[in-house]
């Protein structure tokens, strides 16, 4: 007797109130957390639900989220606030998800982090955090980013590693005098030095064929690799004098561009 196991994706559900026309695939739409309170000053469009299909493969945190998004621009709605998550268990390999839709006038406004992209640079406003003077004494500007990574588990098969380059809005911030161009040409070479590792770690982890089997030895080359990345964000501070030594600054961007382009294979999961 030969008994067929079939996989399947994540069931995706959606309960609709206000009818609007879909968004373009490339609108932003901003993710809210469990956690995060913020007023949402809009109409609740309606809701969405991410959850096991039975057997689900490619249902991780990272990839429900990506699949809600496709499902609010499908609704017209360009701001998810996450109601309900629930983790993989004994019952679920996957990642459950219960989020509320909202079409805001501004979705920028409501981002508590920016996902690295070569078609998005950072502006003042993304910064949001209160300046800490007292422990960054003579500093204009703090860029707050780091990477992490997730791998997906099921019965069926070892699951996919995701890597993602994060900028923190609320962990980074400006003090009014260094509100210009310059320095913010140089806090954006620091989120771009955290995705030139972003991406170094994607190319690790496909040389060593990780997959969320080998757990223990994906975290080492995380570890490696993230050490790595503070390191030389500490070298970029300490060689241009925090953006100060404008010929350096340059030499530091024209290095930035290349090793991008570099790790152009790696950009994305």
Request: hydrophobic residues 35%; glycine residues 4%.
């Amino acid at each position: 007797m030969f008994l067929a196991l079939i996989a399947c994706s994540p069931k995706l559900k959606s309960s609709i109130l206000k009818t609007l026309p879909p968004l373009p695939k490339e609108a932003i739409v901003v993710v809210l957390g469990l956690s995060d309170d913020q007023n949402i000053e809009s109409e609740i469009i309606g809701s969405i639900i991410a959850k096991d299909g039975g057997l689900a493969v490619n249902c991780t945190f990272y990839e429900n989220v990506q699949n809600l998004k496709v499902l609010a621009r499908k609704h017209g709605a360009n701001l998810i606030k996450i109601t309900e998550h629930k983790i993989p268990d004994n019952w679920s390999t996957c990642h459950r998800l219960e989020a509320e839709i909202y079409k805001v006038s501004n979705p920028r406004s409501y981002e508590t982090q920016i996902e690295w992209s070569e078609d998005r640079k950072l502006t003042w406003d993304d910064f949001k955090g209160q300046p800490d003077t007292v422990n960054y004494p003579n500093t204009l500007a703090i860029t707050n980013s780091g990477f992490g990574y997730e791998s997906g588990v099921s019965m069926l098969k070892s699951g996919k590693v995701f890597v993602r380059s994060v900028f923190n809005n609320f962990d980074s911030w400006v003090v009014p005098e260094g509100r210009n161009d310059y320095v913010l040409r140089h806090e954006q070479i620091h989120f771009d030095i955290t995705e030139i590792y972003s991406r170094k770690l994607r190319k690790e982890l496909a040389d060593a064929k990780i997959t969320s089997n080998n757990s223990a030895k994906a975290q080492l080359i995380f570890d490696r690799v993230f050490n790595e990345m503070r390191k030389r964000q500490d070298r970029y501070d300490q060689e241009t004098q925090r953006g100060d030594k404008k010929e350096t600054q340059e030499h530091w961007e024209a290095i930035v561009t290349l090793e991008l382009a570099k790790y152009e294979l790696y950009k994305s999961n």
